[in-house]
């Protein structure tokens, strides 16, 4: 792909005549608004005019709730390989619950376009929030565990689903060999009914790391099991932690590197943010709640408050601070340049491909900037 930052006195008719592109072009593809401000310190995409070049092929995933925009889904079909539908939970007898909205309409258009829908699984309790009780009952309860496998397979079939990908969080450390067990379990019979397992893997940096979010996965054996595995390599900043950038790239590449001693390469997707937050500062720990933002949005609040977009160079993130009824902000967010990184990523270490959460905010520049990159496998 093309990066232009833009500087000071630049206007999209300037940049566009210097790239010799048409400016309806520039605007449609990086989704600027009327009347087309810019913003010093933007990274805008601009199509590669030139002659085609060779492209690595890369498996694309990218979670979506069931109330996702049926245009911004129908948009964003044609650059996946997967849609793992988010989500499905379970009682601690192992009954699956579904979504609270019907997911039908998803799964024909997975069928239409030529994408595989996965069944996403999770410990979400009625309060919408990662239950590692629930974790325990099904993994230990031989009887719960196997109604829940069965359930799944009944479910998919009954659906159209293609795989399942299990997104378990927060496992406890006594849990974690009983947890790899019924993974192991589940994907024994899944596989005979010729359906998928792919899992989500908190992003560790080495097999002895201690903490909740990451005693409870054992990557080597996990990794062997699996068809695929998503690295969530993101959230390093997160609503109610301090402000930083979302997916550091030197974070980011800690886990890569890790993990490539204990899984293939040729299963590992790297987890990549779709999205953005705004913290009021000072950060004050248990009481700054940052606001989730679309990276198109977090440009728009930059040229709405004349904010210069930084580009910090370690974390390979942009950001910029303003102020609005005399309280600071900070931003960090995701542009084509933090993209670029991560994609260099998966090409380095030759990686599956890539997996995004999520999908529901639409951002034209990174699917253009991925199809640059990366020829889509489609199966």
Same mark, same amino acid.
């Given at each position: 792909?093309?990066i232009?930052?833009?500087t000071?006195g630049?206007t999209?008719?300037?940049?566009a005549?210097?790239?010799?592109?048409p400016t309806?072009v520039? +605007?449609?593809?990086?989704?600027?608004?009327?009347?087309?401000?810019l913003a010093?310190?933007?990274?805008?995409?601009?199509?590669d005019?030139?002659?085609?070049?060779?492209r690595?092929?890369a498996?694309?995933?990218?979670?979506a709730?069931?109330?996702i925009?049926?245009?911004a889904?129908?948009?964003?079909?044609?650059f996946?390989?997967?849609l793992?539908?988010f989500?499905?939970?379970?009682?601690?007898?192992?009954?699956l619950v579904?979504p609270?909205?019907?997911?039908?309409?998803?799964i024909e258009?997975?069928r239409?376009?030529s994408v595989i829908?996965?069944?996403t699984?999770?410990?979400?309790d009625?309060?919408?929030?990662?239950?590692?009780?629930?974790?325990?009952?099904?993994v230990?309860d031989? $009887?719960?565990g196997?109604?829940?496998?069965?359930?799944?397979?009944?479910?998919m079939q009954?659906?159209?689903?293609?795989g399942?990908d299990?997104d378990?969080?927060y496992?406890?450390?006594?849990d974690?060999?009983?947890?790899?067990?019924?993974?192991?379990?589940? $994907?024994v019979?899944?596989?005979?009914?010729?359906?998928?397992?792919s899992i989500?893997?908190?992003?560790?940096t080495?097999?002895?790391?201690?903490?909740?979010?990451?005693e409870g996965t054992d990557?080597p054996?996990?990794?062997?099991i699996?068809?695929?595995?998503?690295l969530m390599t993101?959230e390093?900043g997160?609503k109610?932690?301090?402000?930083m950038?979302v997916?550091?790239?030197?974070?980011v590449?800690?886990?890569v590197?890790?993990?490539?001693?204990?899984?293939p390469?040729a299963?590992?997707?790297l987890?990549?943010?779709n999205?953005?937050y705004?913290?009021s500062?000072?950060y004050?720990q248990?009481?700054?709640? $940052?606001n989730?933002?679309?990276?198109?949005e977090?440009?728009q +609040?930059a040229?709405?408050?004349?904010?210069? +977009?930084?580009?910090?160079?370690?974390?390979?993130?942009?950001y910029f601070?303003y102020?609005?009824d005399?309280?600071e902000?900070e931003?960090w967010?995701?542009?084509?340049?933090?993209?670029e990184?991560?994609f260099?990523?998966?090409e380095?270490?030759?990686?599956?491909?890539?997996?995004?959460?999520? +999908?529901?905010?639409w951002?034209r520049?990174?699917w253009?900037?991925?199809?640059?990159?990366?020829?889509?496998r489609?199966e």
């Open positions: 792909m093309q232009h930052v833009v000071e630049e999209v008719d300037t940049i005549q210097a790239y010799g592109i309806e520039l +605007i449609f593809d990086n989704q600027l608004v009327y009347p087309y401000k010093i310190g933007q990274a805008l995409y601009l199509p005019l030139g002659a085609p070049q060779e690595s092929l498996q694309v995933s990218g979670y709730y069931p109330y925009s049926p245009w889904l129908g948009q964003t079909l044609p996946l390989t997967e793992p539908i989500s499905y939970g379970f009682t601690e007898e192992g009954w579904p609270g909205t019907a997911e039908g309409w998803m258009m997975c239409v376009r829908p996965f069944l699984l999770t410990p979400l009625e309060r919408g929030e990662f239950n590692n009780a629930l974790i325990t009952s099904v230990w031989t $009887a719960a196997d109604r829940l496998i069965l359930e799944l397979v009944r479910t009954e659906k159209g689903y293609g399942v299990i378990f969080e496992i406890r450390g006594e974690r060999d009983a947890f790899t067990e019924f993974v192991r379990r589940a $994907a019979i899944i596989h005979e009914f010729g359906f998928r397992v989500a893997l908190a992003p560790k080495s097999a002895s790391q201690r903490g909740l979010l990451y990557y054996a996990l990794g062997q699996a068809d695929s595995v998503l993101y390093w997160y109610y932690g301090p402000n950038a997916a550091p790239i030197d974070k590449e800690q886990v590197r890790y993990a490539v001693t204990e899984i390469a299963k590992i997707r987890g990549i943010p999205y953005g705004d913290w500062l000072p004050v248990n009481v700054t709640v $940052a989730t933002i679309g990276n198109v977090a440009v +609040i040229i709405t408050h004349y904010a210069r +977009i930084q580009y910090d160079e370690t974390a390979q993130s942009p601070r102020w609005q005399d309280v902000h931003v967010f995701e542009d084509v340049r933090s993209l990184a991560k260099r990523l998966v380095d270490y030759g990686l599956q491909g890539m997996g995004y959460w999520q +999908i529901m905010r951002w520049a990174n253009l900037a991925l199809e640059d990159t990366f020829l889509i489609k």
